[in-house]
C-alpha cells in the first residue's frame, strides 16, 4: 500500500523559513511525479509546487515562486520544500502528492493526482 508521510510542519514568525519532507514507501517513486498542495483555514487545496520524475521539470505557484524550492532525491524516495521568506497567508495544512502526468497543465491540477499523504500543519505568525 503507497504511504507518502509528510514531515517538517510547525509554527514559525513572518520571514522564516522551514522544509517540509515527504517519504514514499510502496511507491514506484522515480516514475512520478512529485506535488506540494496547501490547504488554508477555510479554503480549497491549492496547488503550489510540484517537481517531474527526474527532476527536469519544476513548476511553482505564483504566490511561492521565488521563495519556495522543490526537489527531490530519488534514492531516497524523498521530495522537499524549502519555504523561505515565510507569509502568515502561507499558513495551511502541507500535503504532499504523486501523479503519474507531466505536462505543467495536468500537475497544477489536485485531481490528477493519485496518492496523497495526510498533511502537515504550517503556521506562519505575523
Known amino acids: 500500500q503507497v504511504q507518502l508521510v509528510e514531515s517538517g510542519g510547525g509554527l514559525v514568525q513572518a520571514g522564516g523559513s522551514l522544509r517540509l519532507s515527504c517519504a514514499a514507501s510502496e511507491l514506484t517513486f522515480s516514475s512520478h511525479t512529485m506535488g506540494w498542495f496547501r490547504q488554508p483555514p477555510g479554503k480549497d487545496r491549492e496547488f503550489v509546487a510540484a517537481?517531474?520524475?527526474?527532476?527536469?521539470?519544476?513548476y511553482y505557484s505564483a504566490s511561492v515562486k521565488g521563495r519556495f524550492t522543490i526537489s527531490r532525491d530519488n534514492a531516497k524516495n524523498t521530495v522537499l520544500l524549502q519555504m523561505n521568506s515565510l507569509k502568515p497567508e502561507d499558513t495551511a495544512v502541507y500535503y504532499c502528492a504523486a501523479t503519474f502526468f507531466r505536462s505543467g497543465t495536468y500537475v497544477k491540477s489536485n485531481d490528477k493526482y493519485k496518492y496523497w499523504g495526510q498533511g502537515t500543519q504550517v503556521t506562519v505568525s505575523s
Open positions: 517537481i517531474t520524475a527526474n527532476s527536469d521539470d519544476t
